[in-house]
């Protein structure tokens, strides 16, 4: 089990579209939108600022690479934050259920 780790503009719809996508394509069990944060940043040799929302995504690692591809195709940003960091540990209940919940659909 993993948690991935994205930012979006803080207007919220990028969040709102990012987070449902994620979840109906299995992609996600579940994600949390956190802010406003105020990033700063260097991007093309300039030290910038922004206001955005922080993404805490759950899912497996058997799903990052499609997650990640998905993030790329529908985030906002030319190079957006992914960053996928280890469950080293959590409720038996919880991480059965996050399993579940990603598991791709049978069509």
Do not use: F
């Not at 579209?17 to 109906?24: F, P, T």
């Amino acid at each position: 089990m993993i948690v991935v780790l994205c930012t979006v503009p803080a207007d919220g719809e990028h969040a709102t579209r990012i987070a449902r996508g994620l979840v109906e394509a299995r992609l996600a069990a579940c994600v949390n939108a956190i802010g406003p944060v105020r990033s700063t940043y260097s991007w093309q040799g300039q030290v910038e600022e922004a206001s955005e929302l922080q993404l805490v995504i759950k899912t497996t690692a058997a799903r990052y690479e499609a997650l990640e591809r998905w993030l790329r195709e529908h985030h906002p940003y030319a190079e957006p934050e992914i960053i996928a960091l280890p469950i080293a540990r959590g409720s038996a209940s919880y991480l059965a259920w996050l399993a579940a919940a990603t598991e791709p659909a049978l069509d």
